[in-house]
Structure formats: C-alpha cells, structure tokens
C-alpha cells in the first residue's frame, strides 16, 4: 500500500499489464498526485523522486479493466491494452492520463476525442504494436528441433508474442511449437491444445539466423536450402527495388532471416576468352 502523499510522486509496477491496474487503481483510490508510472526493471531513480512501488493485486486490477470496459467498450480496452504493450517510453504515464480522463467523462465520450493529445498518443502506440504484431504472421522463420517440434527467435520492438498467439496455433492446430522473444526473454509456447508465455534467459537464446540453424535437427538444412532455392526463384534480379524491400522488411528485422543471412555466393563470373 502507499501512504497519501502531498506532493507528486513516482509509481512502480511489476511490469505486467495487471501491475499497472493496479497502480491505475491504487493513483486512483488515494486521490495520488502521479508525476510519472514506471516498470520496475526500466526504472531509473531520480535524486528527488518520491517513488513508491505498488503491489500486484488482481482483484484491484479486474476493477480497474472492469471500468476500462464499461467506459470505452472493448475497442479502446483493445486499444489501452495494445499501447501498454508497445513499451513505447513514458507509456505507461501516458496511458494513465487517458484513464483518469476516461473515467471522468461519460461513457463513449473520451474515446472519440482524436484531437486529444493523450488519446492520440495511446491510439498510436497501439497501432504499432498492431501493425508489427503483423508483419511478423510473415517474419516468423520456424526451425525443426531435433525432438520433431518447431522453434524461432525473433527480436521485435514491442511486445507481441500474445498477439502472435491465434495466428500460429490457427496455422499449425496439431504441432508443438515456440517463438522465443530474444529482446524480453519471453517465449510463446504452443503444445497443440493452447499457449501461454514462460520466462526464459535472454543470455542463453541465439543472437543470429546461423545460430539458431546451429540448433536444429539435421534435416533442417534440407528445408533450408528449398527455401533459400524458393526465395532466389522468385528475387528476378531486372526487377529489384531494394528501397521498396527495404521498406516491406526493415533491415532491423533480418537478423533472423534465413533468406537475408544464409545466403549462398554468387556464382564466380569468369572473363570471357579470346
């Protein structure tokens, strides 16, 4: 719990979605004068700062998310969610004064305010988790583990494994799979009747496309190499528009992109003779 301050102060949550409502919830039961809200891992003290870290509580958090629902309707408890999981800095701060303006406004109202600098904010920062969430249905490059399951690593801006979730499990219903986030240490595990998300260490997941080929089975280089084929069959080389392929894949996004990485030399041209 946190005392009542008189002054501003800073507020620090666990880093899950649910520890932000709760802070939403606690700001907004203590009548709290909030200069910014932070996760615990990303922040950093100031010298004068009044910060006090709020305990998750579900009940608390379910209340608050209750209120998002009744106010807004499921498109901007969709969007709230969304921009909280953009990571985007000073978010969290951001989304909390929408919600203070949210739940004193009456219902439907808030929403609608586009010239809002705050519901603008929260709106774009959900929209690129959003538009990311889906260029990666196309970025995902699974492996074959040598235990017959599929695994990839991506490094994403935001944090977009639950919104990867329905897509894969719809694409591959029977298989086991995982997508391991190497930015978070977050992994998206799959064993054909659900998913959920687990910890695991950054430190110990591939840094590179090779590395990861370094993991799978045998077999895999087989697979590989039709897809590299594939992907040189359709690359007409009259029609190349690196500016147009650079912006449909950014190059932040080839570091695990077999077709980017493992690509085979060039074949040697030789001078002609006479």
């Not at 003290?45 to 009044?50: I, K, R, S, T, V």
């Not at 709230?80 to 929408?98: C, K, N, Q």
Request: hydrophobic fraction near 40%; include cysteine.
């Amino acid at each position: 719990m946190v005392e009542v301050q008189t002054g501003s102060v800073v507020l620090i949550h666990d880093g899950s979605f649910e520890g932000f409502l709760s802070v939403v919830f606690e700001a907004t039961r203590l009548k709290l004068s909030v200069e910014r809200i932070e996760s615990r891992a990303r922040y950093e003290g100031g010298l004068f700062d009044a910060a006090r870290e709020i305990e998750t509580r579900t009940e608390f958090a379910e209340r608050v998310w209750k209120g998002v629902h009744d106010r807004g309707g499921d498109d901007v408890a969709g969007m709230v969610h969304g921009a909280f999981l953009s990571e985007m800095p000073d978010i969290d701060t951001v989304i909390w004064r929408y919600l203070r303006k949210l739940f004193a406004s009456p219902p439907g109202a808030m929403a609608k305010n586009v010239l809002d600098p705050d519901v603008h904010a929260v709106y774009a920062a959900a929209h690129k988790t959003a538009h990311e969430a889906h260029l990666f249905q196309g970025f995902v490059r699974f492996a074959k583990a040598p235990d017959g399951s599929m695994f990839s690593v991506i490094a994403p801006d935001h944090n977009i494994l639950q919104s990867l979730a329905g897509h894969f499990r719809q694409r591959y219903p029977n298989m086991p799979w995982m997508i391991a986030d190497a930015r978070r240490g977050l992994c998206l595990v799959s064993d054909g009747s659900g998913s959920r998300i687990v910890e695991c260490d950054p430190a110990k997941l591939p840094k590179n496309v090779e590395a990861v080929a370094s993991l799978a089975g045998p077999e895999e280089d087989k697979f590989r190499e039709l897809w590299l084929a594939y992907y040189d069959a359709i690359n007409i080389a009259e029609r190349r528009n690196t500016r147009q392929m650079t912006r449909l894949l950014p190059r932040k996004y080839w570091q695990y992109l077999p077709e980017r990485q493992m690509r085979r030399p060039e074949p040697e041209k030789r001078l002609p003779v006479g």
